[in-house]
């Protein structure tokens, strides 16, 4: 059994479901202390943190991640915590967000810092388990607490699954930034027969709702879409078929371009709703920056390395969901991009990644350090 294999399936093992770390990060950071890592374990409330250096020097290259993964669900067709390897895939919860990457991290750096013992820069490990979570005692803090300590970060390599057909195919470069919001449109309660006498939310709301549809926010540029609304969440009635509800609440959400500002996307709905002169509250939470990493240093040592190992060329893409990269790339100020195996079944039951992609994973990771830093 190869060693990244060996070290996916140990990681694997360990029931590590959100924030709980059970022991996934004593595995790395014992493999780093080896290869000489210094290490600052950094409990942020319940949820258990590393960050891990070798060097003092710049450029500073960091691998980011996270040791927690998602409820199993069920009706697997093997234990999702006993890794098992069928047909050349490796299933089990975790194998391919992000177990794997995070082996073939530590495994691409023993190999590099054998090889090159004396390299240039220094190489960095921020490591969460809080991030399938609420993400608030995870990368976040620990981002704010390398800053505190002046702790430089240039580059920076998340090891969230971008590939779509085959590994390599994607880098994220980028993401879009998220807003969520809570609407309470505030009408009158009644009895239905007699409209006349109350003032129903949810009829108020249905112009409000078209126009909020048909606006264009913006219409993105060369590196992302368009930013793009939708409801996600709709309350209303008392549960019964003679009353008028008092009150419709509507969730919504915004993935937002760098075209767009949080605060100008606020203002706009407000104005919206403002021109239909309506009764109502929101509540804002703002979940992330949009933040791009263009064509540079980082991001050549990546797609230089995919091609070296896979032959092919790759997509930058700043599509799907939030990562943390949204908290390493405006508090560090790094560039950031997310590299890691196929994401067709993360999150699913049977997730599952190919044992060969581990190996391949390793390899690129290990030609990435190579290139910024032999």
């Not at 959100?18 to 000489?36: H, N, S, V």
């Not at 023993?110 to 990368?139: M, Q, Y």
């Not at 505190?148 to 994220?172: F, R």
Request: proline share 5%; hydrophobic share 40%; charged share 20%.
């Amino acid at each position: 059994m190869s060693g990244i294999l060996q070290l996916t399936k140990d990681l694997i093992s360990i029931n590590s479901v959100t924030p709980d770390d059970k022991g996934c990060q004593k595995l790395m950071t014992d493999r780093l202390r080896e290869i000489g890592f210094e290490i600052d374990d950094l409990k942020f409330g319940e949820v258990d943190n590393f960050w891990a250096k070798r060097g003092n020097i710049a450029p500073a290259f960091v691998f980011a991640g996270h040791t927690d993964v998602v409820p199993v669900g069920k009706n697997w067709k093997t234990d999702p915590f006993k890794p098992t390897v069928i047909d050349g895939l490796l299933y089990g919860r975790g194998a391919a967000d992000m177990k794997g990457s995070l082996a073939a991290m530590i495994t691409a750096t023993e190999r590099f810092v054998k090889d090159f013992p004396a390299h240039k820069g220094s190489i960095g490990f921020l490591i969460t388990s809080d991030e399938e979570g609420p993400a608030v005692d995870g990368t976040i803090k620990i981002c704010e607490y390398l800053k505190a300590q002046n702790q430089a970060v240039d580059y920076c390599l998340v090891g969230e699954p971008s590939s779509s057909e085959q590994l390599g195919d994607v880098i994220k470069n980028g993401r879009r930034g998220s807003l969520n919001a809570t609407l309470t449109l505030i009408g009158k309660q009644g009895h239905i027969a007699y409209p006349h006498l109350a003032n129903n939310p949810i009829h108020l709301l249905a112009p409000v709702l078209n126009s909020l549809i048909a606006e264009v926010w913006d219409e993105g540029n060369d590196y992302f879409p368009a930013t793009s609304f939708q409801v996600s969440n709709m309350h209303s009635g008392a549960g019964v078929t003679n009353v008028i509800p008092a009150e419709v609440e509507m969730v919504f959400n915004f993935r937002y371009s760098s075209e767009s500002t949080h605060e100008g996307l606020q203002k706009r709905v407000c104005e919206i709703l403002d021109s239909h002169a309506l009764e109502y509250k929101i509540d804002w939470n703002h979940s992330g920056y949009p933040f791009l990493t263009p064509k540079g240093d980082l991001v050549s040592a990546c797609t230089q390395a995919i091609k070296e190992v896979k032959g092919i060329d790759s997509e930058l893409s700043t599509s799907g969901g939030t990562s943390d990269g949204r908290f390493i790339a405006p508090i560090l100020g790094a560039q950031v991009v997310e590299l890691g195996p196929l994401n067709a079944t993360i999150h699913q039951v049977d997730e599952c990644v190919s044992v060969k992609d581990l190996e391949d994973l390793s390899d690129i990771y290990y030609q990435v350090l190579k290139n910024i830093l032999a």
